[in-house]
């Protein structure tokens, strides 16, 4: 086995996790869901070579 | 000095052995050389991430990120103090690498591969449970999501910190 690359997300204490539970139950921001449409459009248009 | 690209010239696309410009690859961070000389395909090829390369003009390396799936989870928490969500995990995708090459920063590369991660994580979730995209970021790259991203800082004492986007679009 190689050393482990990715970096992983460590389980969060319970504040954290709370702080983000509640955000979770607010749903997206506007900020968030203009930026996702544009990166479905940009995304979308981008070429996928292969080499 | 950051050299300026032509945005038209650069594609996407798999990390292969064969896939140019990864010995040439520079980055402040050794970690980030190194994984993509030495690690990236070796997860790939056992499935644990998937690296992801941009090229410019077939043969120049500017960028590349990692994805795999994940879940943000809690550590044990009593059942009173749990609150409303009822599990102990956020399924999620995991940014598990992202970098640009020192040279060829501010062309909009890493804004790239992040609406591409937004882009793969935001179908998924149409056919698999999937609620963020989410990261540790490096300490010296918290401003540069701040700055070019929505997404949010959970910032903790004497741990990384984490980042993330909601996927879920209000209706």
């Keep these: ?51 | 000095m950051s050299e300026k690209i032509d945005f038209t010239k650069v594609k996407r696309a798999r990390l292969t052995k064969t896939t140019p410009g990864i010995a040439s690859f520079k980055n402040k961070e050794q970690s980030m050389v190194d994984f993509i000389q030495k690690e990236a395909l070796a997860d790939q090829e056992k499935k644990i991430g998937i690296t992801w390369v941009w090229i410019y003009d077939d043969k120049i390396l500017v960028g590349f990120i990692s994805l795999a799936m994940f879940s943000i989870d809690r550590k044990e928490i009593p059942s009173e103090k749990r609150g409303k969500y009822p599990y102990s995990t956020i399924p999620s995708l995991l940014i598990g690498q992202l970098a640009t090459h020192d040279e060829y920063e501010c062309n909009g590369i890493g804004t790239s591969m992040i609406n591409f991660a937004l882009s793969e994580a935001y179908k998924s979730s149409q056919t698999i449970g999937c609620r963020t995209v989410a990261l540790h970021p490096l300490e010296n790259a918290i401003k540069w999501y701040e700055d070019h991203t929505p997404f949010k800082l959970i910032k903790r004492k004497e741990k990384l910190d984490i980042m993330y986007f909601d996927l879920l679009t209000k209706s």
């Design chain 1, 1 to 51: 086995m190689h050393n482990m690359a990715l970096r992983e997300i460590q389980p969060l204490e319970e504040n954290d996790w709370n702080t983000l539970v509640d955000d979770l139950e607010k749903g997206q921001t506007k900020e968030q869901t203009a930026f996702l449409q544009e990166a479905l459009k940009h995304a979308e248009s981008m070429p996928t070579a292969e080499y």
